[in-house]
């Protein structure tokens, strides 16, 4: 059972397009993070997300953390060849134990 | 490089054989966490280790694998007797402090364990 469900599996666009992924949960989280993955390469993290409603971006990534932190999605502005890769989310309860999800395939063609 | 360290980066074993994969974490770091990724799947946890104790295994099969971390040197996870469906990318992470928003988790680019 996956305590963590991320949708889409796999998403494939055009150089410039807009795309959300999501990463969803029936459990509270203590906090929530995101990560990218290449091939052949460990995660590489990106945010961490803690409090209900929160809003983090970098650069052209917008993350937000669900109300009832159960949830989060990643919104890529104008996707760049460069975004394409494993997008993970994680979560934890303790911050003993991370919990991470199945992942998103990006892959932005040119 | 000051990053976690994780060797060796290809291991290949045939079955029965014992694997042994070292992690050293990045410096200053006492909390390292050990991973299982199939492929196109997410990580699995597995064990998390601060120096010289083991905090929470429950992610570890009973038989066939141990890890530890000691006082010096890197930690090691060892499978024994090792079986075909243990083939997978087995990731190392550190930390300094407990993982968290102001302790994150470094990840090594993993070793990749293939079984014969």
């Known amino acids: 059972t996956q305590l963590l469900e991320q949708s889409p599996q796999f998403l494939s666009i055009q150089e410039g397009e807009n795309l959300t992924v999501y990463c969803n949960s029936s459990s509270v989280f203590s906090s929530l993070q995101w990560y990218r993955q290449e091939p052949g390469e460990g995660p590489v993290l990106l945010v961490t997300v803690v409090t209900g409603g929160e809003v983090k971006k970098l650069k052209r990534l917008t993350f937000q953390f669900g109300d009832a932190r159960k949830d989060s999605s990643l919104h890529i502005t104008a996707a760049q060849p460069g975004d394409t890769g494993l997008y993970l989310c994680?979560?934890?309860?303790?911050?003993?134990?991370?919990?991470f999800g199945s992942g998103t395939k990006l892959n932005v063609k040119p | 490089n000051a990053g976690v360290m994780q060797n060796p980066r290809h291991l290949v074993r045939r079955r029965g054989q014992e694997a042994r994969l070292r992690c050293s974490p990045m410096?200053?770091?006492?909390?390292v966490y050990w991973y299982r990724q199939l492929p196109e799947e997410g990580l699995k946890f597995m064990v998390y280790l601060q120096k010289e104790n083991i905090i929470d295994e429950s992610g570890m099969p009973k038989e066939r694998f141990s890890a530890e971390f000691p006082k010096e040197g890197p930690s090691i996870l060892r499978i024994q007797q090792v079986v075909r469906g243990d083939s997978a990318a087995y990731f190392c992470a550190s930390s300094r402090g407990q993982g968290g928003s102001n302790q994150p988790q470094h990840f090594g680019d993993g070793t990749r364990l293939s079984i014969l």
């Open positions: 994680a979560g934890t309860y303790n911050f003993n134990k991370f919990y």
């Open positions: 410096k200053g770091h006492s909390h």
